[in-house]
């Protein structure tokens, strides 16, 4: 198996994105499935390298990439020493990210024995769920996209009435990082440009229009993100495949750092209904 990681290409407001795929170089074009990791996420958080590697097995061309203002920099991918950058991320900069993922995978020459450009399917966990539905629905190159714990709508999530006057008035709240400790910052920009692009980021418009094949995963015990959200995503494309993973928590009862050799019993189905969706 050919493993490259921390390629830097250029992504949103000229910030980088580190990029890694994971492929069995043989000179023949595999299908391409790009993984966007959630809120406060990484591309090596957990058990993402033992899935990539899985999917590279399985005759997949993996990718998989930070956002570019996920808080983590070239040098320290893993941990968040860019918090100004976390404070200016918001839900366009990751479609834009997105989009510069698939065009760089798309017209890379260094890959073109090895990658089928054709055939590129998106896969997003938590808040990145909504993000890989959002550019499925405007990117025709996608052509199947799977959400893994997948919220189904962003505005819920911002904070309203005297919360939101006070974000307003400071133009920062914070969240604390439970494995880091760190205060992290929200500036309110964020807001701003929800408010802005409402329209592009409405993840029940994006659901009912795509056209392509949809997988929705998630997790019966999942208390970050309600399986009543998988439900309405279901509801809104009754075309989908609804999978729902027993037992299993909001990251399938994996954590961080995973240092087994092999990935959890729930993680473990999650990866497998996704290489069953993916190749037939």
Known sequence: MRIIKNQIITGSCEKPILVDVFFNENSQLKPI????????????????????????????????????HNGGTVQSPIDFPDLEAFGNNNYSKELDDLEAVIDWISTNQKFKNEAKTDEISLIGHSRAGGVVLLKSNEDSRVQKVITLAGVCDFES??????????WKEKGVYYVINGRTHQEM????????????????????????????PHLIIHGDQDNTVSVEEAKNLYKWNPNATFTIIKNANHVFNVFH???EKSASKEFHEVIEKCIEFLKY
């Open 257 to 259: 750092p995973w240092q």
């Open 185 to 212: 910052p929200h500036f309110f920009q964020f807001f701003e440009d929800f408010e802005k692009n409402r329209n592009r980021l409405n993840i029940q418009n994006a659901t009912k229009n795509i056209q392509i």
């Open 33 to 68: 499935v790009i993984f966007c990791h959630g809120y406060k996420g990484f591309k090596d958080w957990g058990a993402w390298n033992l899935m990539a590697e899985t999917f590279a097995n399985s005759d997949f061309f993996l990718v998989k990439f930070n956002f570019s």
């Open 157 to 166: 999530r911002i904070p309203k009435g005297d919360d939101l006057q006070k």
